[in-house]
């Protein structure tokens, strides 16, 4: 399977702009989705959380601020980091744009074995 970003309409986000989502749930074992986000202009995305969910980032381009927990992580192209399910977290766009890969892995024992 072959998917090219500009093949990927952009499609409404719950927390942040508009995202590309290369891969869908059901399609790789405890992969929930793979997408790209990017984020046009400095701002913030509300504090959330995933009950079930870890959520992997890769930085493409730009510079954020994660606050993941009650730490917080200036980040920038070529970093990698995660959030675990459950904890609370946010970016705040410093230099934009900053886009990111992310992809979301089900935590949940019965899944992710």
Known sequence: ??????ACPPEPSRHGPPKQVLLRSGILPGVTQVAVAT???CGEIELHSHATMYEAFF???GRAT???????FDVG???FFF?????SHNLRVTSPPHQVFYWGIDGRP???G
Do not use: K, Q, S, W
């Open 59 to 61: 930085v493409l381009r």
């Open 66 to 72: 994660y606050r993941i927990g009650e730490a917080a």
């Open 83 to 87: 959030v675990p399910p459950g904890v």
């Open 39 to 41: 984020f046009p202009e």
């Open 1 to 6: 399977m072959i998917v090219h970003l500009a």
């Open 77 to 79: 192209p070529d970093d």
């Open 110 to 112: 019965d899944i992710a």
